[in-house]
Antibody
């Protein structure tokens, strides 16, 4: 059974940084592209970032480009999202999702709140 | 970006009745070389992660009940729940993956 477990969310001040992690199990992690998707309170889903298998190709939504960095450690089956220069509009539940087209498995999500 | 527009925003359906949700993309998500529409549907219940229901516009994911069906091509798509069950109360999202993924605003289905 595929399991994705996010961690690292919390309250951070505007301009601050946070690193999210996603621990994956139940599938051959290294073979799959992985993504981060977020949902601001009361709003719809927004794709944030994607990393292909091998980790050499990464992509970002315009809203986070230059501030967020996605990475993966295939030896530990983990996916990370380093978030810098955080803004109030980055407040959301962040989901780790398997895939780069349709997302066939999702984690439970971790809440990031950016507020002073 | 491809903008995904869902309608209605919410709908109330009696148990056992049909629910129909529409999704329109701002440009075609049909890839002509394989004749596939790059469109997925998800079910999202409070406190749970989204669940993939349909991909390639009409292919049910493994384990999804056959009362859920997807149809459409190009820019216009429909998710149909043929006989609504209590456990189907949720928000439903469409998503295109023709380009970087974008999602519809969601449709809340209630009884």
């Amino acid at each position: 059974e595929v399991q994705l477990l996010e961690s690292g969310g919390g309250l951070v001040q505007p301009g601050g940084s946070l690193r999210l992690s996603c621990a994956a199990s139940g599938f051959t992690f290294s073979r799959y592209a992985m993504s981060w998707v977020r949902q601001p309170p009361g709003k719809g889903l927004e794709w944030v970032s994607l990393i292909y298998s091998g980790g050499t190709s990464t992509y970002y939504a315009d809203s986070v480009k230059g501030r967020f960095t996605i990475s993966r450690d295939d030896s530990k089956n983990t996916l990370d999202l380093l978030m810098n220069s955080l803004r109030a509009e980055d407040t959301a539940v962040y989901y780790c999702a398997k895939g780069n087209n349709e997302f066939d498995s999702w984690g439970q999500g971790t809440l990031v709140t950016v507020s002073s | 970006d491809i903008v995904m527009t869902q309608s209605p925003d919410s709908l109330a359906v009696s148990l056992g009745e049909r629910a129909t949700i529409n999704c329109k993309s701002s440009q075609s998500v049909l890839y002509n070389s394989n004749n596939l529409s790059y469109l997925a549907w998800y079910q999202h219940k409070p406190g749970q992660p989204p669940k993939l229901l349909i991909f390639w516009a009409s292919t049910r994911d493994s384990g999804v009940p056959d009362r859920f069906s997807g149809s459409g091509s190009g820019t216009d798509f429909t998710l149909t729940i043929s006989s609504l069950q209590a456990e189907d109360v949720a928000v439903y999202f469409c998503q295109q993956y023709y380009t970087f993924p974008t999602f519809g605003g969601g449709t809340k289905v209630e009884i």
